[in-house]
């Protein structure tokens, strides 16, 4: 099994950065896939990062590219999400998923929620104008 808990997000105005943290238990943590999704207000959550068990792998959502890097540090069970010149449409809640059993390719990264079975409780991060 594997465990997510997210740091706290926060308010922050149009153009600063965030990082936001998510600290896994359980021993397939490095073997997971990682991944951030967002759900802003009256919408469904959406996928925004993901990263290869190995770290050698990053894929992003077109809308958050040249802006989020996605990170991870597999001897600290973490993964991160820098955000930069962040917009108000990025208001949103933020999750952290794992995808625990992915196919055996340090390579592998996947965007499809529903091959992420893990879920931290995610964290509120608002962009104002």
């Known amino acids: 099994q594997v465990q997510l808990v997210e740091s706290a997000g926060g308010l922050v105005q149009a153009g600063g950065s965030l990082r936001l943290s998510c600290a896994a238990s359980?021993?397939?943590?490095?073997?997971?896939?990682m991944g951030w999704f967002r759900q802003a207000p009256g919408k469904e959550r959406e996928f925004v990062a993901t990263?290869?068990?190995?770290?050698?792998?990053?894929s992003y959502a077109d809308s958050v590219k040249g802006r989020f890097a996605i990170s991870r540090d597999n001897a600290k069970n973490a993964v991160y999400l820098q955000m930069n010149m962040l917009k108000p449409e990025d208001t949103a809640v933020y999750y952290c998923?794992?995808?625990?059993?992915?196919?055996?390719?340090?390579?592998?990264?996947?965007?499809?929620?529903?091959?992420?079975?893990?879920w931290g409780q995610g964290t509120q991060v608002t962009v104002s104008s």
């Open positions: 359980g021993r397939t943590f490095s073997r997971s896939v």
């Open positions: 990263v290869s068990w190995s770290g050698t792998t990053r």
């Open positions: 998923a794992a995808d625990s059993a992915p196919p055996y390719n340090r390579d592998y990264v996947t965007r499809r929620e529903a091959e992420f079975d893990y």
